[in-house]
Nanobody
Framework: QVQLVESGGGLVQAGGSLRLSCAASGRTFSFYTIGWFRQAPGKEREFVAAISWRDGSTYYSDSVKGRFTISRDNAKNTVYLQMNNLKPEDTAVYYC?????????????????WGQGTQVTVSS
């Protein structure tokens, strides 16, 4: 059974940084993509960033490009999301999820396993 566990959320002032972690277990992730998504109150869940477990290729939404960095530690089966220069509009619950293969990085319906989410709050 696939299990994804997010951690690292919290309260930070605008301009600050946080690093989220997604610990993955329950499958061999070699041919999978791990993605980060977020959902603010009253809004739909949106794509943030994704990484290929196999070759480390990455993809970002325009709203976070240049501020967020996604990375992976294969030995620890963990994916990270380093978030710098945070803005109040980054406030949301952040989820990690996994899907098979590359491409279609932002297509939510292709992700078949999700974590429980971690809250990120950025104060102005």
């Amino acid at each position: 059974q696939v299990q994804l566990v997010e951690s690292g959320g919290g309260l930070v002032q605008a301009g600050g940084s946080l690093r989220l972690s997604c610990a993955a277990s329950g499958r061999t992730f070699s041919f999978y993509t791990i993605g980060w998504f977020r959902q603010a109150p009253g809004k739909e869940r949106e794509f943030v960033a994704a990484i290929s477990w196999r070759d480390g290729s990455t993809y970002y939404s325009d709203s976070v490009k240049g501020r967020f960095t996604i990375s992976r530690d294969n030995a620890k089966n963990t994916v990270y999301l380093q978030m710098n220069n945070l803005k109040p509009e980054d406030t949301a619950v952040y989820y990690c999820a996994t899907k098979l293969g590359l491409g279609n990085w932002a297509t939510i319906r292709l992700y078949d396993a999700w974590g429980q989410g971690t809250q990120v709050t950025v104060s102005s």
